[in-house]
């Protein structure tokens, strides 16, 4: 690694895009290493991401308040129903419960929310802390359940015993826990995977599926509540849209229910005509494929006056690219690639060896290729490649504006869509409005 200085032991973790696919790959999908100061977060966070959208769910962090604090209202996933999922309730624990067991706590913490909500469904969170003093948070959730006539799922959590994707496995498994004595009906729809319906991006999506004949039985987990779970199994396909969170529990559902999979992103105008084709196909509706298609065609030819305007004003600038999954940053590459912007630094934090042989294919030699990266790394790739702007979450949004490099938020905190056709408009005046903003030129001045 002979451009720029980064610990030995993050070596194989980066990747310079030579000509063509070397088919060597790099490694990923492995634990941060120490001392990097990794950008993910814990796997308690990544559970808890999963699982919060759930509306009419009651979120119980088992732990210190901090962690609770910590993922407050933690996505900008809209409800068209209840809200409950944008309180946050904790045990608290404190230095005499982590010596004498925190159990009579947590069995008072649900009692309390059991008599004066009557809920039907509480996630109990096991944090670093519960990981180490070892509660039997499973032996509480069960007596409680059967207490209270209602689903208590225990979600096995604690932060140090992974990483993010290992928070993504929690989830998905203690959704399994809540579905899979359902008894399926008949087969019919599909289930959306993998997007929480981050500024409405779940109704976009539902709003396209329905144009072309295809209804939806339930979502995973934006805007979604216990009764539309629970029909779930009556599903002819899933379609998964963030693979890095939802990919496990497909292939669960899929061994388990007998419910196919197919892999999707809604996000750019290529990708979002491929994946609603690809899902007419996928059962086999000649007539939803015929309306998909003609839909898309359509909506593309609105969008070309809108789109050659935008790209005499990005052509030739150079964009970085660290997000959460692998199917995302996929989507990006094509997203600047319609508008003329070459990628030159891209990363994940949960991307999969497939997912950095698509990358890889997808990108100019030379192109930069991060799995779980920390900000010095971040600063130096940036710097040395000449990136224009930074696509990204709220962790790198400081790093960005303090290299004097535009930003992008495409993480869940955003008020905006960015999926669909609909996601093209916003996503293409976002990046005009930073990239060509003067202040930059200002700043360079400065720096």
């Not at 948070?137 to 209602?150: D, G, I, L, T």
């Not at 996928?282 to 007539?287: F, P």
């Not at 949004?397 to 999926?419: M, Q, S, T, V, W």
Request: aromatic residues 8%; glycine residues 8%; hydrophobic residues 35%.
């Amino acid at each position: 690694m002979e451009k720029t200085s980064v610990l030995d032991e993050r070596k194989d973790f980066i990747l310079y895009k030579q000509d063509g696919c070397n088919g060597n790959g790099m490694k990923c999908d492995a634990n941060s290493v120490s001392g990097s100061v990794s950008q993910r977060a814990c796997v308690y966070c990544g559970a808890r991401v999963v699982l919060n959208p759930i509306t009419d769910a009651f979120h119980i962090v088992h732990g210190p308040i901090g962690c609770a604090s910590y993922t407050w209202d933690i996505r900008g996933s809209l409800s068209s129903g209840e809200d409950l999922y944008r309180n946050s309730f904790s045990t608290d624990l404190r230095e005499q419960d982590i010596i004498f067991g925190g159990e009579k706590k947590l069995t008072a913490a649900i009692e309390e929310i059991a008599e004066k909500y009557h809920p039907k469904l509480i996630f109990v969170y096991a944090t670093c802390i519960v990981g180490v003093i070892g509660d039997d948070v499973e032996a509480v959730c069960k007596m409680m359940s059967n207490k209270y006539n209602m689903s208590v799922i225990p979600v096995k959590s604690p932060g140090f015993s992974g990483n993010k994707s290992v928070g993504y496995k929690m989830a998905c498994n203690a959704i399994m826990d809540l579905i899979s004595k359902q008894k399926p009906a008949e087969k019919k729809g599909v289930n959306i995977l993998g997007d929480f319906n981050l500024a409405g991006e779940m109704w976009i999506i539902k709003d396209y599926l329905k144009k072309i004949g295809i209804p939806v039985v339930a979502a995973f987990t934006g805007d979604s509540c216990y009764e539309s779970l629970m029909k779930s199994p009556n599903a002819e396909l899933n379609i998964v849209q963030c693979a890095g969170s939802s990919t496990y529990l497909a292939n669960r559902m899929e061994e388990e229910m007998g419910i196919p999979y197919i892999k999707v992103s809604f996000f750019g105008i290529e990708d979002t005509t491929s994946s609603l084709i690809r899902i007419a196909e996928a059962l086999k509706d000649e007539e939803a494929r015929r309306k998909a298609i003609q839909f898309t065609e359509t909506e593309t030819k609105k969008l070309e006056d809108f789109l050659s305007k935008y790209r005499r004003n990005l052509e030739g600038k150079k964009a970085a690219i660290y997000v959460g999954g692998g199917f995302k940053a996929i989507s990006l590459i094509r997203q600047f690639k319609s508008l003329g912007l070459e990628t030159v630094v891209v990363g994940t934090q949960t991307g999969k060896k497939d997912d950095y042989e698509v990358i890889e294919s997808l990108v100019n030699k030379d192109t930069v290729i991060l799995d779980d990266t920390n900000p010095a790394e971040l600063e130096k790739f940036m710097k040395e490649k000449g990136a224009d702007i930074l696509v990204g979450g709220v962790k790198e949004r400081p790093l960005a504006y303090k290299l004097g490099i535009a930003f992008c938020d495409h993480n869940h905190e955003r008020k905006h869509p960015l999926c669909g056709f609909d996601g093209v408009i916003n996503f293409t005046k976002e990046i005009n409005m930073s990239i060509n903003n003067p202040v930059w030129k200002y700043l360079q001045e400065v720096l």
